[in-house]
């Protein structure tokens, strides 16, 4: 294959991707398959000569699309969504097409300032004081991670990466219990050790209580334990709780820690005024991370981490051997050092892209219709017979519940199995709930009503 062969079959693929995603709702969201069923239609050699394009295309055609869970399907309001605007999949065509390694500023110099001036974009966009500057991740994970090795490093007064955690005191990071599971893999990773992660108990809202974050970090100085950080959330992932982070920042700066809010999902919504309440504070935290791939239609994979100043997370990750060096250029922004891989995709293209195409104001009415019809969907379910409601909406996430656990957890294997929408399950106080999260980027008010319409069905056992 070469470069005309690659331009014949990419109009292919442009044409199939539209015919794909015209056909969404038509297609079950996610297959009926089991495990082994993909692999067993592949060969178990690789082969030793070319196969021709036309027979690897039918291949995929034939093997790939019907096993395949669709994210971009309008009724996948499971998990969050990763979603995936026109203009975002233009975008990532063409950083695919030119295949920079974004390391460092002079291996792409593109890359790199236009991340500088997205970040800045993207703070105006959702109310952060314009000091703020921050990085592109792959994921929020990697964000946490980062944020985590350094709350470490700043607490062993930067000697861990150096002298090893041997000899180091024990390290205590507080997290409320509704954060996502990415910051118990953080101090995993980061050494510190999961018996250090202290959960912190929750006010009658979930959100993490401050008074009880004050008595954690005096208990643990009190017990010889050193206090390392404070990692809060806003929209929390199982239902959406959210911290009150003025209260608890106010705590940890008084006790000299650093913070980091987990706004993955929910950070996307704070480009409307109206919902910024929900992170009243975080201008005042140390690190910040959304996902633009969640809400914002930007293609996955996409995180930003805002801080108001990068020095120490720098200082923790940052690695300068004589081979990443720019000659003559000693002050120059390297986004390789503000996060894990050294290796960088040109991820700012296609934050780029999509701001432009749809515009603030476009991506603030898809965000508000996703709340509204949410609202009216969890109306409707709630009015059901047999239905409760065991949490409040937040955003555009809510829970319900049918009769008992058991026959909860037999109607979603029912939703899913009947494949006209999608979605998932929690623990909420010991009860086993279902999740709705509307914010594909391509769904309708139809769309959303379908799932009080799948319920009654379902229950009632009416035919569609």
């Known amino acids: 294959m070469n470069h005309d062969d690659l331009a014949h079959w990419s109009k292919i693929a442009a044409d199939w991707a539209r015919d794909y995603h015209n056909s969404l709702r038509d297609r079950p969201v996610r297959p009926d398959v089991a495990p082994g069923d993909v692999s067993a239609q592949l060969p178990d050699t690789p082969p030793e000569a070319a196969d021709p394009l036309t027979e690897i295309f039918a291949d995929f055609e034939r093997i790939v699309p019907g096993a395949t869970t669709h994210w971009q399907h309008p009724r996948f309001f499971a998990y969050f969504p990763a ?11 063409l950083a695919n097409a030119i295949a920079g390694q974004a390391m460092l500023w002079q291996t792409a110099p593109a890359a790199n300032e236009i991340e500088a001036v997205m970040i800045h974009w993207l703070t105006k966009a959702l109310g952060l004081p314009d000091t703020f500057t921050g990085t592109i991740h792959d994921s929020a994970t990697t964000a946490t991670l980062s944020a985590i090795l350094t709350m470490r490093e700043r ?51 979930y959100g993490m209580g401050p008074e009880a974050l004050s008595a954690a970090i005096l208990a643990d100085i009190t017990a010889g334990y050193t206090p390392a950080g404070v990692v809060l959330c806003t929209g929390g992932t199982s239902i959406g709780a959210c911290d009150p982070l003025a209260a608890c920042i106010k705590i940890a700066k008084a006790h000299n820690l650093m913070t980091h809010v987990d706004a993955a999902w929910a950070g996307s919504a704070m480009i409307c005024e109206e919902f910024r309440p929900l992170w009243e504070g975080v201008e005042a935290a140390d690190s910040v991370v959304f996902n633009p791939h969640k809400w914002l239609g930007v293609q996955f994979d996409c995180a930003v981490q ?24 000693d002050e120059i922004v390297n986004y390789n050092e503000w996060t894990v891989p050294l290796g960088r995709r040109f991820r700012a293209l296609k934050i780029w892209f999509t701001l432009r195409a749809y515009g603030l104001d476009g991506l603030r009415t898809r965000i508000r219709n996703h709340v509204a019809w949410a609202q009216e ?25 049918y009769k008992s656990d058991a026959e909860t957890a037999e109607l979603l294997d ?7 929408i999608y979605l998932t399950q929690t623990t909420h106080e010991d009860r086993f709930v279902i999740r709705v999260q509307v914010g594909q980027f391509d769904c309708t008010r139809d769309d959303v009503m379908m799932i009080p319409k799948v319920l009654k069905e379902l229950t009632e056992g009416a035919v569609s």
């Open 414 to 420: 029912k939703i899913n199995r009947d494949g006209r």
């Open 155 to 205: 607490a062993l007064e930067f000697n861990g990466n150096t002298a090893g955690l041997s000899a180091s005191p024990r390290l205590r990071i507080y997290a409320s219990a509704q954060t996502h599971s990415s910051v118990d893999k953080a101090v995993r990773i980061a050494g510190i050790g999961q018996e250090n992660l202290v959960k912190v108990p929750t006010r009658d809202d």
């Open 377 to 401: 969907a969890r109306e409707e379910i709630g009015a059901l017979e047999g239905f409760t409601l065991p949490t409040e909406q937040r955003l555009s996430l809510f829970t319900f519940a």
């Open 306 to 329: 805002f801080m108001p100043d990068p020095t120490n997370q720098i200082r923790t990750l940052g690695l300068r051997p004589e081979y990443l060096k720019t000659q003559g250029q």
């Open 83 to 93: 979603n995936a605007s026109p203009a975002s999949m233009l975008a990532e065509q």
